[in-house]
Structures are given as structure tokens and as C-alpha cells.
């Protein structure tokens, strides 16, 4: 039967937001999910955008090969928290980065469920 433990994303101090600082690839670290194939961590990210303006923001989904594993939202100004990533799976350390259009107006919040088997 399997388990699953909530996380703080890795890129995370203490729970915080994370800023999105950079305009393109590569992006800010978000989370490095669980080493190996037999665990995996169900992720999910919320953003928020603190500008005045609408903002496009990059989540590079285990790679930084675009079209791969982009995932494109435009985040509208001082709309609260919005919902990026619905609890998507990943696993063997596969690093989920994010950038925005605008620097430093972004930031991401969400958390972890490890699945251990």
C-alpha cells in the first residue's frame, strides 16, 4: 500500500513564495522531485502576480526543451492566487523551473504529496 507525505516544494524557505526572477530559460527552481522511478511526487503550484499588468508565465515541466515541457499561463494583475499546476506527477529528479515576461512580479506557492510505495 502506498504512502504519501505532504513536502514543502524544494525551492521553497520555510513555506515562502518563490520569485520568478528570470525572463527566460533556464528558470527559477521550483522543486526537484524524488530520485528514482518507484516514489513520485504529485505537485501543485499556485501564482500570483503583484504588477499592474498581465504577465506570461513559463513553467519548464521536468525539462528546459521548449515545447516539451512548457506550460504557458498569463497570470493578470493583482488577481490573487490562481492555480498553475493541478497536482501533476514527476519523478527521477526531474526539475520543475518557472520564468515570467517581467521579472520579479511572480511568485509561486503551492506544496508536495511524495507517493512512497
Not at 528570470?22 to 524524488?34: E, R, S
Not at 520564468?99 to 512580479?105: I, L, S
Amino acid at each position: 500500500m502506498s504512502t504519501f507525505t505532504p513536502r514543502l516544494l524544494s525551492g521553497s524557505t520555510d513555506g515562502l513564495a518563490i520569485k520568478v526572477v528570470p525572463t527566460a530559460t533556464l528558470g527559477t527552481p521550483i522543486h526537484t522531485a524524488v530520485t528514482g522511478t518507484s516514489d513520485m511526487d504529485e505537485i501543485f503550484l499556485y501564482a500570483n502576480n503583484t504588477s499592474a499588468s498581465a504577465v506570461k508565465l513559463t513553467i519548464e515541466w521536468g525539462t528546459v526543451t521548449a515545447a516539451d515541457g512548457n506550460i504557458e499561463q498569463t497570470i493578470q494583475p493583482e488577481d490573487g492566487i490562481v492555480l498553475i499546476i493541478p497536482r501533476l506527477r514527476l519523478q527521477n529528479a526531474k526539475v520543475v523551473t518557472a520564468f515570467a515576461g517581467t521579472a520579479n512580479v511572480i511568485l509561486i506557492t503551492g506544496g508536495v504529496d511524495r507517493y512512497t510505495a
